[in-house]
């Protein structure tokens, strides 16, 4: 086995991040779309196998949750199969596989956070997609760790923050929903959780391979990642706005624009759960780490954000 790290989807927000989080770790394999499909699913395990990788770490995904509605087959083949498939050539070499999933694998119905144990039950072809993709590496019979998240953004690619921006420049007026609660994650606190786990999982369990002796198992499975605190989609949007008027960036909203409205007064092609939120005790618990709250990685993101329009 090689003491590699195979990195999918780097062209992603988490992709993205990953690439500087898991440099330091050692040697890095970092693939796009179109070096590494994995809509493909039997050149997908031909590059496992070609690799042999210690660690792959599946940051590529299907992530248009509406567009997914239209295109059920492959947003399943990305999501559903292609972690399974990963898994089952992890397996045959003795890889761990890392691999994230989402929120939407659950309804929103309950009225606390979601805990791993909880049964999960999807309301669109997204959250069904991810959620086949964790029971298809489950029972792949690789190492794992799967990590759930919640409403990513990040300085690179399209995400939610980006688009209140945008339309904050544009509009005098948004309509934003205000019943879906979660907690915005940056990808930067995704890679950098990522990170520091398998830094213990490279100290601790792989020293068996280096012939000094097994250290011990390892935590492995299903846990939640997200960052601390909750709030909803119209608040998110609020704080986005107001460290935007707070910077001095020019917007056409007014300064009453922004309006709370129902999920109903918003109807979409992928249905959303209300409650979002996870509890990320359990992974607090076994490695150890502290996560931020929201508030915090976001203002170091839209601090990025503005620097760069600013030196554009």
């Not at 997200?226 to 949007?237: D, F, I, K, L, M």
């Amino acid at each position: 086995m090689n003491a590699a790290i195979l990195l999918t989807g780097m062209t992603g927000q988490v992709g993205f991040e990953l690439q500087r989080a898991l440099a330091p770790l050692g040697p890095l394999l970092a693939l796009d779309r179109k070096a590494c499909d994995l809509a493909d699913g039997k050149a997908l395990r031909q590059k496992v196998e070609a690799l042999r990788p210690a660690i792959i770490v599946n940051a590529a995904a299907y992530t248009a949750v509406d567009k997914a509605e239209a295109e059920p087959d492959l947003a399943m083949a990305i999501n559903g199969v292609a972690p399974g498939l990963l898994g089952e050539a992890a397996a045959e070499i003795g890889a761990l596989v890392v691999h994230y999933s989402s929120d939407y694998v659950f309804d929103g119905s309950s009225p606390r956070p979601y805990l791993e144990s909880d049964v999960p039950h999807p309301l669109n072809v997204y959250g069904r997609s991810k959620l086949a993709g964790e029971l298809a590496l489950q029972a792949s019979g690789a190492r794992h760790l799967i990590l759930r998240t919640s409403w990513v953004y990040g300085v690179f690619g399209s995400n939610f923050a980006k688009t209140m921006l945008r339309l904050a420049a544009e509009r005098e007026q948004l309509r934003v929903v205000a019943d879906q609660f979660g907690a915005p994650t940056s990808a930067a606190l995704i890679a950098d959780v990522t990170a520091q786990i398998l830094g213990q999982y490279l100290r601790q369990y792989l020293r068996q391979y280096l012939a000094l002796g097994a250290a011990g198992d390892f935590p492995g499975g299903l846990y939640h990642l997200t960052a601390g605190g909750e709030t909803s989609w119209y608040e998110y949007a609020a704080t986005v706005i107001a460290a935007a008027r707070a910077a001095g960036r020019p917007l056409k909203l007014a300064a009453d624009g922004l309006l709370p409205i129902a999920s109903q007064d918003y109807p979409t092609p992928a249905r959303r759960p209300a409650n979002s939120r996870l509890d990320t005790r359990r992974l607090k618990a076994d490695f150890g780490l502290e996560l931020p709250d929201w508030r915090q990685g976001l203002a170091h993101v839209l601090q990025q954000m503005f620097c760069e329009k600013a030196h554009a």
